[in-house]
């Protein structure tokens, strides 16, 4: 599936530098060749994008295929049926592609959890690399309806944590390092985009944006050997970190799916730099303003006040006239 016209840009491409040693399964690659020759290539870009061009005879799977509404995540159940719709059963070896790092890697860490047998991710924009003749210029191919083959892979539930789980693990100690992957202002709590901002318990800030910008110079940025357990905002944003930390610098992470929103969801977890949003102001109703020759309309309300002073006062009068 890789383009003759390839072969002339690849002395130029290396693998970037990696602060460990990577996961076996989920791994950055420069340059295709070393993800093996027998690949089965993922475009990760819009789907009209990558139907409209790709590289030849990739499958269209953006990371809109698995979530719903609000970036809520499918089932694992659903997720494997949309990966056989994709032609997948689970034993391939697949290179992901892509131009946004983030829907890129989510994707990545999607196919990795659910037991694709080798994912490697092209650290680079899928759209450069066909102008440069890295690929054979084709269109993509969409997903199926139906699944077909049936995905086959056996999920790697040890890589990922359900609220439940985390709280427990926190409350009992078990929690030997937490990774926070959004921004300074998210975790200081001065920017909220949940119903409360902060960040978990112990946690420390590692930013994904700071992280990739690392990466991208060859600099290990994290150290550490000791298992550790990752969050961002959302599971989107999520698993793209946890492509980040075990393919790009060989940490042993696992995935609070969930991430911050859910966790800030729940008033009763622990948080720490909690804070809230302000609270909106109502904005005052206008009263209708009065023109030259109109007068206001009245409401029910005064018509009654009306009635009720009109009848006192025919009372008031009926009873000086019979006294």
């Known amino acids: 599936m890789l383009g003759l016209a390839a072969m002339s840009v690849l002395a130029t491409l ?13 791994r950055y690659v420069r340059n295709p060749v070393a993800a093996g020759t027998d690949l089965r290539l993922i ?34 159940r659903d997720i494997a049926w949309v990966l056989g719709t994709a032609g997948l059963r689970g034993d391939e070896s697949v290179l992901v592609l892509g131009n946004d790092p983030v829907r890129r890697d989510a994707v990545a860490a999607l196919l990795y959890l659910a037991g694709q047998s080798e994912v490697s991710v092209l650290y680079g924009r899928l759209d450069r690399l066909l102008d440069v003749g890295l690929f054979e210029k084709g269109v993509g191919r969409g997903r ?12 790697l539930e040890d890589r990922i944590l359900l609220r439940n789980e985390l709280a427990e693990a926190l409350a009992d100690g078990d929690i030997v390092r937490l990774l926070d992957g959004r921004t300074a202002d998210e975790y200081w709590g001065a920017q909220i985009r949940a119903r409360r901002g902060g960040h978990l318990p112990g946690a420390e800030l590692a930013p994904a944006a700071r992280l990739r910008a690392a990466f991208a110079r060859g600099e290990a ?12 905002h959302d599971p989107l944003t999520g698993l793209a970190y946890l492509t980040l930390l075990r393919a790009g610098f060989g940490l042993d992470a696992r995935l609070y799916l969930g991430g911050w929103r859910e966790w800030a969801d729940d008033g009763q977890l622990p948080a ?20 030259a020759g109109h007068q206001r309309v009245p409401t029910p309300a005064l018509l009654t006040l009306a009635a009720l002073a009109a009848a006192g006062g025919f009372g008031y009068r009926l009873g000086k006239r019979t006294s």
């Open 14 to 26: 290396s693998a970037p530098l990696s602060a460990g040693m990577p996961d076996a399964g989920l």
């Open 43 to 76: 475009d990760t870009r819009p789907e009209a994008d990558c139907i409209a061009s790709s590289a030849s005879g990739a499958v269209c799977l953006p990371p809109e295929a698995f979530f719903g509404p609000h970036r809520r995540l499918a089932s694992f």
């Open 144 to 155: 199926g309806i139906l699944r077909d083959p049936i995905h086959a892979g056996h999920w």
């Open 221 to 232: 940025a994290i150290h550490g050997e000791q298992p550790l357990v990752a969050y961002a």
């Open 272 to 291: 720490d730099a909690v804070s809230y949003p302000e609270p909106r102001a109502q904005p005052a109703v206008p009263l209708a303003p009065r023109s």
